[in-house]
C-alpha cells in the first residue's frame, strides 16, 4: 500500500486516529496537509504549510512521517514544545499505528547536568548564597537518580536559578574527551541515542547552532536524516541570524575570569598568580561595559563606525585592546600548566577564542551583515547576516557545488506553523528562507470565528503615540475585567507599556483583592502561567489578569474559559530604530522596494495574527479580541491587517462590547462545559 493510501486510511473516521486522540473527528484540512506531507515524503523537495489554529498540525506531519519508515527529524520552537512532542505526541501516535519506532530527545548541553562541573561547584567555596548551596545539594541528590540529566526533569528547580550555570556546560567550557566524567556524560548519551533512533527531536537553537559550530553531534546526524520537519517556522528566520554571524558577551569574559581563577586556585595553587590574571580579565571586561556608559540601557546600538554610537571610539578602541592583552596574559600562564589537567588546555583554549572575537570585533564588519551593540547588565557585541537565505541554499539545501553535506537529492524538507505570512506565497517567511521554490499550502482554520468571538477597536482611544494611551488602555482593561471576572492577557509591544499598564492595574486592584494582576517579570514564566490557567476556579483564588509582552505573544495555550479576552495595546510594527530592522528596510530601498509595504506591514500581520491567536484554541471556546489602536480602521494599510486577522465579527461601539462582555459572563457560569 502507498503512503498516501495509508495516511488516508489513518484520518479516516474509524482510523488508527480516532484510538489515538480523544473526541479525533476527521478535518479536511488536517488531512489535506497530511496528505500534502505524504507527497513531500515520497517525492522529496520542499513543502511549507501554514496550518491555522485547530487544524491539528502535529498529527498532520508526524503521521506521514512515522508512516513512511525514513529516518525523520524534528524540529520545534522551544524546549516546552520538544518536550511535549517526545512526551506525549509521539508515543501516543506509535502506539496507535503499532510502530516500534525507537526515539530520542536531544537539546542543547546547557539543558543537561554536566558532572564535571557539578564535582567543581561542591568544591567552590565561592557559591553565590546559602540558597545556591541548597539548590547544588538537590541537584547532587537528583544526579544519583536521573538517567538522562536533563533538568527539565527536576521538580522544584526555577528556571532562573543561579546554580544552573554551575552544573551545566557550554561549548567554551566543556573539556570534551579530555573529561573525567566523558564515559558517563548525559550529553554525549543524548548524542548516543539520538544517532541510533528512527526519530529524533530537536529544537531551533540546536540546529542552528550546529550549523554555526558543527558543535552539538548534528553534523553525524543530519547527513543520514531523510525527512526533516520544522515546526513552529515562523521562528527560523529570528532564531538563525542569532547563530550565524559572530557574538561576543561580558558575560562571556566575566565567566571565563571566574573559571580561570576558580580552576586555578583548585589545581595548580601557587603555580601562576592567578588572582591577578583574572582580575585583569575581569578588569577588561568591567572596562568595556563603562565605556558605553548608560546610553541605550535595555537597548540596542548601531554599530556602522570603528565604535558603537554615541560611545567615543578612543575610549572603546582602548578597552578592547585592554581585553584583547589581558586574554593574551592568560593564555602565557594557562600554557605553563597545560599538562597538569585538561582543564587548563581548555581554558587555554577559551581565552584563544574570547582574542579572536574581540580582534574580529576590532576590525571592521562584514559588508554584508549589521553589527550592533546590545545594552543591558552586560554588553553583547553582535554581527550578523540580515537573514539565513544563503546559509538554507549553501549549508543546509546544498544547492552550491560547495555546499554540506547535509544536502543531497531526495531529501524532504517541511516547514509548518500557524502564521508563516498574509499573502498566498507566504513570502514573509520563504523569502528571508531561501524557500522561494518552495511548495505553498495554505489550510484555513476549522473554527467557526464569526459565531466563536469577536473584534472590537476603540475609537474613542487615543493614537499609541500620545503619552495618555497606556493609562487609557489600563482603564478599558480594568473596567472589562471587572465585568468578565479576570480571564483576560494583555499583550504590549514594549517593556515600557507593559510597566506603565501593569502598575496601573495593580494599583487599581489592590485594595479590593477581587482580581489578581500578574506582570510578566514577577514570576518565571511557568509558574505565571500555572497561575492563569487555574483562573477563579482553584479554592476561592481571585480571577486573573495577566500583562505580558515578547514571548507571550506566542507558544501559550490556555483554552477554555480561563481566557476569555485578549487585549493588544497597539499594531506590533518592528522597531524602525533597531538596527537589524533599519539594515533590513536600507536593503529592500536598494532594491527599489517600499519597506513599509514589503517589510513593516508583513511584520505587523504576522505578529498580530500570532497574539490574536491566543484567544480562541478550541472549538467550545469564546472570547474578545481588542486592538486598542485606531489605526487599524482608521488607515489604508490597516485593511490588510484586519484580513490577517481571523474572520471575527466586529463590535462596532462601547456598548457592544459591555453587552459581549456580560454574554461572555452569563455563559461561563450557566454552562459547566464551558471550563
Not at 512532542?85 to 536531544?106: E, F, K, M, S
Request: proline share 6%; net charge neutral; hydrophobic share 45%.
Amino acid at each position: 500500500m502507498s503512503l498516501l493510501s495509508l495516511v488516508e486510511e489513518a484520518f479516516a473516521p474509524e482510523g488508527v486516529l480516532s484510538r489515538a486522540a480523544e473526541q479525533f473527528c476527521p478535518r479536511e484540512g488536517q488531512t489535506a496537509m497530511a496528505l500534502a506531507v505524504a507527497r513531500a515524503v515520497e517525492e522529496g523537495g520542499l513543502l511549507v504549510v501554514e496550518a491555522g489554529t485547530g487544524v491539528g498540525k502535529t498529527f498532520s506531519y508526524l503521521v506521514p512521517a512515522l508512516l513512511s519508515g525514513e529516518r525523520v527529524l524534528l524540529s520545534t520552537a522551544t524546549k516546552t514544545l520538544q518536550d511535549q512532542l517526545y512526551g506525549r505526541d509521539l508515543p501516543r501516535l506509535l502506539q496507535a499505528l503499532g510502530l516500534p519506532l525507537r526515539t530520542a530527545l536531544l537539546k542543547g548541553r546547557s539543558s543537561y547536568l554536566c558532572l564535571h562541573r557539578m564535582e567543581l561547584a561542591r568544591r567552590d567555596a565561592a557559591l553565590p548564597d546559602r540558597g545556591a548551596v541548597r539548590a547544588l545539594a538537590k541537584v547532587e541528590q537528583w544526579s544519583k537518580a536521573t538517567r538522562t540529566g536533563d533538568l527539565a526533569e527536576m521538580p522544584g528547580l526555577d528556571e532562573r536559578s543561579p546554580v544552573i550555570p554551575l552544573v551545566t556546560s557550554t561549548r567554551d567550557n566543556c573539556l570534551g574527551a579530555q573529561c573525567p566524567q566523558f564515559r558517563a556524560c548525559h550529553v554525549n548519551l543524548a548524542r548516543r541515542e539520538a544517532l541510533a533512533a528512527d526519530v529524533v527531536v530537536i529544537n531551533h537553537h540546536l540546529f542552528f547552532a550546529d550549523l554555526a559550530v558543527r558543535e552539538s553531534g548534528m553534523a553525524e546526524l543530519l547527513p543520514s536524516v531523510r525527512v526533516a520537519i520544522f515546526d513552529e517556522a515562523h521562528q527560523l528566520n529570528e532564531t538563525g541570524v542569532q547563530f550565524l554571524g559572530s557574538s561576543l558577551t561580558t558575560g562571556q569574559v566575566l565567566d571565563f575570569a571566574r573559571d580561570l581563577l576558580g580552576t586555578g586556585l583548585q589545581l595548580a595553587r601557587g603555580l601562576v598568580d592567578w588572582q591577578l590574571l583574572a582580575s585583569d580579565v575581569e578588569r577588561a571586561g568591567r572596562d568595556l561595559r563603562l565605556a558605553v556608559g548608560k546610553g541605550g540601557l535595555g537597548g540596542k546600538l548601531r554599530w556602522a563606525g570603528p565604535a558603537p554610537e554615541g560611545v567615543p571610539a578612543a575610549a572603546w578602541e582602548e578597552t578592547l585592546h585592554a581585553l584583547h592583552a589581558a586574554c593574551l596574559r592568560a593564555m602565557a600562564g594557562l600554557a605553563t600548566v597545560s599538562e597538569i589537567a585538561p582543564d587548563f588546555v581548555r581554558l587555554h583554549e577559551r581565552a584563544g577564542l574570547l582574542a579572536e572575537r574581540v580582534e574580529c570585533f576590532a576590525r571592521p564588519g562584514a559588508p554584508e551583515a549589521v553589527r550592533w551593540l546590545d545594552v543591558g547588565t552586560q554588553l553583547r557585541l553582535q554581527e550578523s547576516p540580515l537573514d539565513i537565505a544563503e546559509a538554507v541554499q549553501t549549508r543546509l539545501l546544498n544547492r552550491d557545488a560547495g555546499g554540506a553535506e547535509a544536502g543531497g537529492p531526495g531529501r524532504t524538507w517541511v516547514f509548518t506553523s500557524a502564521t508563516l505570512g498574509d499573502d498566498e506565497r507566504l513570502r514573509w517567511f520563504t523569502e528571508p528562507c531561501g524557500l522561494g521554490a518552495a511548495e505553498v499550502l495554505r489550510v484555513g482554520s476549522p473554527f467557526d470565528y464569526a459565531r466563536q468571538s469577536a473584534l472590537y477597536v476603540p475609537a474613542h482611544l487615543p493614537k499609541p503615540s500620545d503619552p495618555s494611551h497606556s493609562a487609557q488602555v489600563a482603564a478599558l482593561v480594568a473596567a472589562a475585567v471587572r465585568r468578565l471576572g479576570g480571564r483576560a492577557m494583555v499583550l504590549t509591544t514594549t517593556l515600557r507599556a507593559l510597566r506603565a499598564i501593569g502598575e496601573a492595574l495593580q494599583a487599581e486592584f489592590a485594595d479590593s483583592g477581587e482580581l489578581e494582576v500578574l506582570v510578566q517579570g514577577q514570576w518565571p514564566k511557568r509558574r505565571l502561567m500555572e497561575r492563569f490557567r487555574e483562573g477563579a476556579a482553584g479554592g476561592g483564588q481571585p480571577g486573573c489578569v495577566l500583562v505580558a509582552s515578547a514571548s507571550f505573544w506566542e507558544g501559550v495555550d490556555v483554552p477554555g474559559d480561563a481566557l476569555q479576552l485578549v487585549v493588544i495595546d497597539k499594531l506590533p510594527f518592528p522597531p524602525p530604530n533597531d538596527p537589524l530592522v533599519e539594515a533590513r528596510s536600507q536593503r529592500l530601498e536598494s532594491q527599489g522596494r517600499s519597506p513599509f509595504k514589503d517589510y513593516f506591514v508583513p511584520e505587523a500581520a504576522v505578529a498580530l495574527k500570532q497574539g490574536a491567536g491566543r484567544l480562541i484554541r478550541r472549538e467550545s471556546d469564546r472570547g474578545i479580541l481588542v486592538v486598542c489602536d485606531t489605526r487599524l480602521t482608521g488607515m489604508g494599510y490597516g485593511r490588510r491587517l484586519l484580513a490577517a486577522l481571523p474572520p471575527m465579527r466586529r463590535l462596532q461601539s462601547q456598548a457592544e462590547f459591555e453587552e459581549a462582555l456580560d454574554a461572555l459572563t452569563r455563559a461561563a457560569t450557566t454552562d459547566p462545559s464551558a471550563s
